[in-house]
């Protein structure tokens, strides 16, 4: 009981903190039972977190099936990636913001999981007021290609509101409406219902999504309606059936194979936050600020050093371009920018042989805390 007092004190502290500042909260640091214990740069291993969905999503040779495919993927990645690092029992955590240089390699069967946080800072802009929480306006797009069909799928990202934070157990609530719009002529609309913005029958975590071709949006193909944390329902518009129900919470997670520890390179996500990890695990303010700050300061450092010798930090896995034309193509046929000036540009893969040939140890005589 005195552990969930303390918890609130410090909950209640620390909204009265956030709720004056007038900037982005992105780099505010949280109580340790606010923050999860997994930073931001493993958010794309939820993409492929059902690793029968990720492969199925270039299988079919209909591309309607195959936007239907995509789109599927997408609502099953959003539990894993709202409730990162936590179950949904502990509700809505706070990532650990990725530095530049960090990594996260994984495995899941035949596929390999490569991230890199490219760019210096966080690509998203994030509010807190009391009546409706925290707030995250995720900035950018991704994009995603099927080589067997040479086709490309560009996504666009919905707003993510922490809700319930004063009652001490926050949960996550997607808002707005996002699209996923390919080459191969066909778009999906995904509308996201939050239950205090419509009637009191809204569930939770609700949303109504429609695949069509891209000459006649008014005529739909499919329509997806359900809960993105529960289950949903695939409707098939020509025959006027429900062909599909899918159980987001029955259906199997793909173990992703992780190095240990200790086999890291100092540079890889795990390895780089262990002791802030630690210190939330234990609940350890002082050890969670202690060990965030050597590794923000070194940051700080490192970009300081760059900007005397005249230096861009090296990027390894993703290089920066100022321009996509298939990306801008897709984003502008949604009325949508590409927003480069946000994102410092456009970033895309080296591409397996160059990737291949990286080897650790990365970033040699440097690690995420400073000079080596």
Same mark, same amino acid.
């Given at each position: ?32 039972? +606010? ?86 800072y966080v690509a998203q802009e994030t509010g807190f007021s009391p009546s409706s929480g925290v707030t995250v306006k995720q900035v950018g797009h991704a994009l995603i290609h099927l080589s067997r069909h040479d086709e ?148 700080r450092a490192f970009r300081r050093e760059e900007q005397e010798k005249g230096q861009v930090w090296p990027r390894l896995f993703f290089e920066r371009k100022e321009h996509d034309d298939v990306a801008s193509k897709l ?14 540009? +456009? ?26």
């Amino acid at each position: 009981m005195a552990s969930t007092t303390t918890q609130l004190s410090q909950l209640k502290d620390f909204l009265a903190y956030i709720v004056t500042l007038k900037t982005d909260l992105s780099n505010v640091t949280a109580p340790p039972f +606010v923050l999860a214990p997994k930073s931001a740069v493993e958010f794309p291993a939820s993409w492929c977190s059902h690793h029968s969905l990720f492969l199925a999503q270039g299988a079919s040779q209909d591309p309607a099936e195959r936007a239907l495919a995509v789109l599927k993927n997408f609502l099953c990645s959003l539990k894993t990636q709202t409730y990162v690092g936590t179950s949904e029992e502990d509700g809505a955590k706070k990532p650990l913001n990725a530095f530049l240089g960090e990594l996260f390699f994984g495995q899941l069967d035949e596929s390999q999981l490569i991230s890199e946080q490219a760019e210096g800072y966080v690509a998203q802009e994030t509010g807190f007021s009391p009546s409706s929480g925290v707030t995250v306006k995720q900035v950018g797009h991704a994009l995603i290609h099927l080589s067997r069909h040479d086709e490309h799928h560009l996504i666009t990202l919905p707003t993510l509101n922490v809700k319930s934070i004063l009652s001490g157990k926050p949960y996550p609530e997607l808002s707005g409406t996002c699209h996923i719009t390919s080459t191969n002529g066909f778009t999906s609309r995904i509308a996201f219902e939050g239950k205090k913005l419509f009637r009191a029958a809204t569930k939770k975590n609700s949303f109504h999504a429609e695949v069509f071709q891209n000459d006649k949006p008014d005529k739909s193909i499919y329509e997806v309606s359900g809960q993105w944390n529960g289950s949903f329902t695939v409707h098939d518009c020509a025959s006027k059936n429900d062909i599909e129900t899918v159980d987001v919470n029955t259906l199997d997670l793909t173990t992703l194979k992780l190095a240990s520890i200790d086999q890291q390179d100092p540079w890889e996500s795990r390895r780089a936050w262990v002791k802030v990890v630690e210190g939330i695990q234990k609940r350890d303010i002082n050890l969670v600020s202690k060990e965030k700050n050597k590794i923000e300061e070194a940051q700080r450092a490192f970009r300081r050093e760059e900007q005397e010798k005249g230096q861009v930090w090296p990027r390894l896995f993703f290089e920066r371009k100022e321009h996509d034309d298939v990306a801008s193509k897709l984003a502008s046929a949604l009325g949508e920018s590409l927003s480069t000036d946000r994102t410092d540009g +456009v970033w895309k893969f080296v591409g397996l042989d160059k990737a291949d040939q990286l080897k650790p140890p990365y970033h040699d005589g440097l690690v995420p805390t400073g000079h080596a």
